[in-house]
């Protein structure tokens, strides 16, 4: 059972993890909670965008879209390996996925392959969107995949999480391909390294 971080410790313990940030308009009051509930948080969901240009990415992921509305990510990691913050509190990026994909977060046990769509990760997790086509051609850059494993990690380190609170989005519901273009594994790795 953890608490949601605060704004002011997510940008101390993203700083403290050698993370660069840019913090985006009123990133701090930017959520959906009077949509739904935010927390207990239980882990981490990393995505790709499908886009292509920062500076709309970021604004995309602010503001959504007319069919879903924003934040849709707490963070965005662009190519140059800058975390954009987007959002503070429930933020429409997990959807819903599995809960036995959810149990075995929050054991910290590799997860199964999920197969139902009937529990609501946007109240249990954190999301970073991470700008790339999501095409498997599209290249990610290391400074990215750097930036992805140190946000991620500053998060564990915060609620005392293993790299397995980290998931991909693909792992939470049968229905999504993200990211697409590394492993999900291979990033753990690196996170694990990190909070050795
Ligand atoms: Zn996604």
Redesign the pocket.
């Known amino acids: 059972m953890a608490t949601p971080i605060t704004a002011t410790a997510f940008v101390q313990a993203l700083k403290k993890e050698g993370v660069r940030i840019e913090e985006v308009r009123d990133w701090r009051n930017h959520n959906r909670n009077k949509q739904g509930p935010w927390g207990p948080v239980h882990g981490i969901v990393i995505?790709h965008t499908a886009t292509e240009g920062s500076a709309q990415t970021v604004d995309l992921i602010y503001d959504g879209r007319s069919d879903l509305p924003g934040p849709l990510a707490h963070g965005c990691v662009t190519k140059d390996g800058t975390v954009h913050l987007t959002g503070h509190g429930r933020a429409n990026?997990a959807g819903l996925g599995d809960d036995d994909v959810l149990r075995a977060v929050i054991a910290e046990r590799n997860t199964p392959s999920p197969n139902e769509q009937n529990s609501d990760g946007n109240r249990y997790f954190y999301g970073f969107e991470c700008e790339n086509l999501g095409d498997g051609k599209d290249s990610w850059p290391e400074e990215q995949l750097d930036a992805i494993a140190r946000a991620a990690a500053a998060l564990c380190r915060h609620h005392g999480w293993h790299a397995r609170s980290v998931i991909g989005?693909l792992e939470w519901t049968d229905q999504?391909v993200?990211p697409r273009g590394f492993s999900m594994d291979d990033l753990r790795d690196k996170i694990a390294e990190r909070l050795k």
């Open positions: 995505h990026h989005h999504k993200d």
